[in-house]
């Protein structure tokens, strides 16, 4: 690893855009972070323990994945009460401790909103299920039954089996697009939508400067509930029903955008708070941009481009950003290697024999990637994916569809903050999921005391991202992209960096006339200007 001094940000240019605009957000997922009381779950005390060691990281901002009241049936997902801390994470004091602390350490929070669906032990849903005209009685999907009793529509759950289950007291079937267990809301209904704004008002209240919405696309459905038509022959295999329809009617309508609208203005009173949505599914580009276009639409969107891709490759890299050209009245957007649903990237992208070298290529092309970065939580460590078996699986949809789904739990694993402490210091209790032997290899003690380690090159390079105008906010070029390497062209008014990254297990030399003369700001693995090693890398701020 080589990296040069940073060269300090223009004042003008640090505030003429908002804080969120390019910054690195490193995602906390609460149950595996730090555990404060020896449950073996994280907590929001645990949380606030160590955001020093987020803080040093040179991030902007902290995602706090679900801390509500839940029965955790999808560990946080599924909402029992919007406004609550639940009880296994500690209490709303807990959560004011936690945003004070983050913020006088200079960073921005940002938490988890779930409003297409709540937990069926939710008030709202205990209510509506009760008869048909109670007063929450239209806040959910309810739908009669086809004359032969079968569910109003084909429609299919994300985890498995039909997206309607019947309920004898209202004698109608509900949609859930997930488990059973969590009711899909009439986000068509203006007085559901009051309350979603109300909850986000709360928050808002108790200092929160971000949201993340999940699954936004699923707020709403079609009215008339008609039948979504078969998805056509791709080629892949399909592992659930959910895969064999095109989701046309079950998701997606076209109301969303109003009720967008209303986010953005309430976050506008609030000043600069971010706003980003998880877009998946068949349609994600066309509505991610749907959703982020303008100036009164959310500020950003990430979808699953690199998330579930099997390959890294240059040509992989440059479609997927392609897709969000510096043009007017696109939106901003933001990228993600590894979260909670996605297998760890390192784990994807290369041999075991490779990891150590690829991981630093990763990072360093990842703080060069135009938008906004969000880093998981242990990405900085290079921790790989945990193989669960199948008796301590805790994931719903993989025990559901075992053994085809690959487990969401294997990138859940408790973070290893100390190699010689019992479960690597995460708690000294039992671990909710185990930590994975190799990963305790890779604890934060032990890499602190490396310079060379990946955790201070990602400090390193996330530093240098802040700190350098054309990689936090410049233009993004694709300069060459074949097999192996891949050029690009970070461009911010006199800066301009180029970077040269071989993403192959082959030595590839660097390509001349390609880049202008200038300053080396970063290398990897050996990178120079006459070649490019095994996953070497390059940085360099260009003669202009």
Request: proline share 7%; hydrophobic share 40%.
């Amino acid at each position: 690893m080589k990296l040069t001094d940073a060269l300090q940000t223009d004042p003008e240019t640090q505030n003429a855009v908002p804080w969120w605009r390019g910054a690195a957000i490193y995602q906390i997922y609460p149950r595996s972070f730090c555990d404060s009381n020896g449950d073996g779950i994280g907590d929001l005390p645990g949380i606030t323990s160590r955001l020093e060691h987020v803080a040093r990281l040179g991030v902007d901002a902290i995602w706090v994945s679900p801390f509500f009241t839940s029965p955790m049936r999808d560990f946080g997902y599924d909402v029992a009460d919007y406004c609550g801390v639940d009880p296994i994470f500690g209490t709303l004091e807990d959560f004011d401790a936690m945003v004070a602390r983050a913020h006088e350490l200079g960073l921005k929070v940002t938490i988890d909103q779930v409003y297409a669906h709540t937990s069926d032990l939710h008030a709202w849903f205990q209510e509506s299920r009760q008869d048909r005209t109670n007063a929450k009685a239209d806040w959910y999907v309810w739908a009669d039954p086809k004359p032969d009793g079968s569910p109003p529509s084909n429609w299919q759950s994300v985890f498995g089996g039909p997206a309607w289950t019947w309920d004898a007291r209202r004698r109608k079937y509900y949609l859930h697009n997930f488990l059973s267990s969590q009711p899909q809301v009439n986000a068509h209904n203006p007085e559901v939508q009051e309350a979603l704004l109300g909850v986000m008002r709360f928050w808002l209240d108790r200092g929160v400067d971000g949201f993340r919405l999940d699954a936004l696309n699923f707020l709403m459905h079609d009215p008339t509930i008609r039948d979504n038509p078969p998805a056509p022959d791709d080629g892949r295999r399909k592992t659930r029903p959910f895969d064999f329809q095109l989701k046309i009617y079950n998701q997606s309508h076209p109301d969303i955008i109003g009720f967008i609208q209303r986010v953005r203005a309430l976050c506008d009173e609030y000043g600069a708070v971010f706003t980003v949505a998880e877009v998946g599914g068949d349609l994600a580009e066309t509505e991610m941009k749907a959703f982020t276009a303008g100036e009164q639409h959310l500020n950003s969107a990430y979808g699953f481009d690199f998330l579930y891709a099997d390959k890294l490759t240059p040509k992989f890299v440059e479609q997927a950003v392609a897709k969000w050209p510096d043009e007017p009245g696109i939106g901003w957007p933001s990228w993600a290697f590894e979260n909670h649903d996605a297998p760890r990237a390192i784990s994807r992208w290369c041999e075991p024999e490779h990891r150590e070298a690829f991981g630093r290529l990763k990072a360093m092309l990842f703080a060069s990637l135009r938008g906004n970065i969000i880093v998981y939580q242990g990405e900085e460590l290079g921790l790989t994916q945990v193989d669960i078996p199948f008796e301590q699986l805790q994931d719903p949809e993989a025990i559901a569809n075992w053994p085809l789904t690959l487990s969401r739990d294997g990138a859940r694993t408790p973070m290893p903050w100390m190699v010689q402490s019992g479960e690597g210091g995460f708690t000294v209790g039992v671990p909710w999921l185990p930590v994975g032997e190799d990963n305790l290899g890779r604890a934060v003690d032990r890499q602190e005391a490396d310079a060379d380690s990946l955790l201070n090159l990602t400090t390193a390079l996330l530093r240098m991202r802040r700190e350098h105008p054309a990689l936090r906010l410049g233009t993004f070029e694709v300069l060459h992209a074949d097999e192996c390497l891949l050029a690009i062209r970070r461009v911010s008014g006199q800066q301009s960096i180029a970077g040269l990254f071989n993403l192959s297990s082959v030595p590839v030399a660097s390509p001349q006339g390609l880049v202008r003369d200038g300053k080396q700001l970063a290398s990897v693995n050996g990178a120079n200007g006459e070649q490019l090693p095994p996953f070497g890398a390059l940085l360099i701020e260009e003669r202009i």
